[in-house]
């Protein structure tokens, strides 16, 4: 299994290729060169045992086990520790036909961390192959940072630098990246939104004279390797909820989530129709909706980690749609850098609805469905999982539906206090984090202070 760009990059890389470079060298985002498949009763039978043993059979199936079979094995038990909730799988079912699925039992309580424990030992395994160090660059809206931070803090082959937005992620999110003490990592706190963060980061991963200091990646969904990692859960839920083709109402920012598990329908899984719900920055949905994508300046939102306004895997959906033609979705995406505005033809606009549907929750209904989680059913959520679980409430007629809990509410607890009229029990992950140190250097919104940063600390 090699990859290929969605730009028409096509000289194949192996898996470890694809996880060291980040994006493809024409800008494009790596995409497997064909999707493999497996036979339906075989990956309805890996679902349904033991999360280890499945994800390492998709580890597989995806070229992981050219970094060998050991760095597969270790990467699969990260992610299977930070997935189980008490051995199990976490899926809660709270009405006829609809359950929670739980991704937030790992050690940054959000559902970055099972892709992001995974990529670690992966990382390590690929580097000491090649005997070399690399710099990872992160844009973040608050989880991947800290999910980020914690996988690799120490690390001895990787300098990680994470970009967040200054004053836009929760306080709770901040501290986890900002009071780590680790000299291989620096939090950038810049004075934009997370689209800028992650224009950066891009644009540094293109940078000639940051590749002369070395190796240079990043760990955002950008990253197929960091994608991977949120496959195994789509087909683990849905093979315990017992349902045929479940539909999966994804909360969505930078779209990673939602093609993990359009991805997993693609190799033949049980996974059904792919809903993705965002909050009132909703490029996504007004393109998918209208058939115009427009870049606006995100709005701060209860669900911080999804105020995004240029979702970079709508590139992997976008390639997809098109059959593939690394040309016209290489022109669809320049234009967007260009002009911030593109009009998608009706043939893009039927194709894309045929892959996913996608919808819009307000901030009020998104604190009216926190109230209601707790009154109906005892369930204490986040903003973020309250959008998908709006989005779940309005599309249920009879159909079975799986709504993504991506983060404990207790990383947001003033919102949900607001709606709930007491605040979220604070774990004693949370709790040892207030009162450290924190660290954060300060930039404008601009991109050659984000490379002076960058090459400060590279050197
Ligand atoms: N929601 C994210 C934004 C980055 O997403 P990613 O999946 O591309 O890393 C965050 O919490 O940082």
């Not at 683990?236 to 920012?253: K, L």
């Not at 427009?294 to 970079?312: E, F, I, K, L, N």
């Amino acid at each position: 299994m090699n990859y290929i760009g969605t730009r028409g990059f096509h000289n194949h890389r192996t898996f470890a290729g694809a996880l060291l470079d980040g994006l493809a060298p024409d800008g494009g985002l790596y995409v497997p060169q064909s999707w493999p498949s497996l036979d339906a009763a075989e990956l309805a039978t890996a679902a349904k045992g033991d999360y280890g043993v499945l994800t390492e059979k998709l580890l597989t199936l995806f070229g992981v086990d050219v970094l060998g079979a050991e760095a597969v094995k270790a990467a699969a038990a990260k992610t299977k520790a930070a997935f189980l909730r008490n051995g199990e799988t976490p899926l809660t079912q709270v009405e006829d036909n609809l359950w929670i699925l739980e991704l937030w039992h790992g050690p940054t309580l959000a559902f970055k961390d099972m892709a992001m424990q995974m990529i670690a030992p992966l990382t390590d395994a690929a580097l000491s192959q090649r005997g070399e160090k690399l710099t990872l660059v992160t844009a973040t809206s608050g989880d991947t940072g800290a999910a980020a931070v914690r996988a690799f803090a120490g690390s001895a082959h990787v300098r990680l630098v994470v970009f967040h937005p200054l004053g836009r992620v929760s306080p709770v999110q901040r501290l986890q990246m900002t009071t780590v003490e680790a000299d291989n990592v620096l939090n950038i706190g810049v004075e934009g939104d997370f689209d800028d963060c992650q224009r950066f980061v891009k644009q540094l991963l293109g940078e000639a004279s940051l590749k002369e200091t070395g190796l240079i990646s990043s760990v955002n969904s950008i990253n197929w390797g960091r994608l991977l990692g949120q496959v195994p859960y789509y087909l683990a839920a849905a093979a315990a909820s017992g349902a045929d083709h479940p539909e999966f109402v994804v909360p969505t920012g930078n779209f990673g989530d939602a093609f993990a598990g359009w991805a997993g329908r693609k190799i033949g899984a049980n996974v059904g129709h792919l809903h993705a719900a965002v909050n009132s920055n909703d490029a996504l949905s007004q393109a998918i909706n209208t058939g115009r994508y427009v870049r606006h300046q995100a709005t701060p939102t209860a669900s911080v980690s999804m105020d995004v306004q240029a979702p970079s895997n709508f590139e992997r959906l976008v390639f997809e749609a098109s059959g593939r033609e690394g040309a016209a979705t290489k022109a669809l995406f320049d234009t967007f850098a260009a002009d911030g505005d593109v009009t998608l033809s009706a043939d893009m606009q039927s194709a894309l609805k045929a892959e996913v549907s996608a919808s819009t929750v307000s901030e009020e209904t998104t604190k009216k469905t926190i109230k209601h989680a707790y009154d109906a059913w005892g369930q204490v959520i986040c903003p973020h999982t309250a959008v998908a679980v709006a989005a779940a409430l309005e599309r249920k007629s009879g159909k079975p539906i799986i709504a993504l809990s991506t983060a404990h509410a207790a990383k947001f607890p003033e919102f949900v206090t607001e709606a709930l009229g007491f605040a979220p029990e604070v774990p004693e992950a949370i709790q040892v984090l207030y009162g450290r140190k924190e660290t954060i250097t300060p930039i404008k919104n601009d991109y050659a202070a984000a490379l002076a940063a960058v090459k400060g600390f590279v050197g």
